[in-house]
Nanobody, 123 residues
Framework: QVQLVESGGGLGQAGGSLRLACTASGRTFSSYHMGWFRQAPGKEREFVATIRWNGINTYYVDSVKGRFIISRDNAKNTVYLQMNSLKPEDTAVYYC????????????????WGQGTQVTVSS
């Protein structure tokens, strides 16, 4: 079992930055690929970024490439999402998730989820 807790959400301004963190319980965090997803009101949950268990490989949805950076610190059981050049369309609840096998972009490939943290970007 892996329990995930997100933090760092809140209100940001367009063009500004926010950093999300997701801390995992348990000793097997470093075995999991980690992902960030987001869900805006009335929309489907959307893949944002993922990072391989060893931190070497990352992948992003096109809409955040060049603006968001996913990283992890396995010693701290934490994955981060640095969000720069924020846009109002980044407003959503952001979820982190853990995936043992796929390093994927589909929500169904992830085994464990956090409760989500709200990010609101004002124009």
């Amino acid at each position: 079992q892996v329990q995930l807790v997100e933090s760092g959400g809140g209100l940001g301004q367009a063009g500004g930055s926010l950093r999300l963190a997701c801390t995992a319980s348990g000793r097997t965090f470093s075995s999991y690929h980690m992902g960030w997803f987001r869900q805006a009101p009335g929309k489907e949950r959307e893949f944002v970024a993922t990072i391989r268990w060893n931190g070497i490989n990352t992948y992003y949805v096109d809409s955040v490439k060049g603006r968001f950076i996913i990283s992890r610190d396995n010693a701290k059981n934490t994955v981060y999402l640095q969000m720069n050049s924020l846009k109002p369309e980044d407003t959503a609840v952001y979820y982190c998730a853990a995936d043992r096998y796929y390093f994927g972009t589909r929500a169904g490939e992830y085994d464990y989820w956090g409760q989500g943290t709200q990010v609101t970007v004002s124009s």
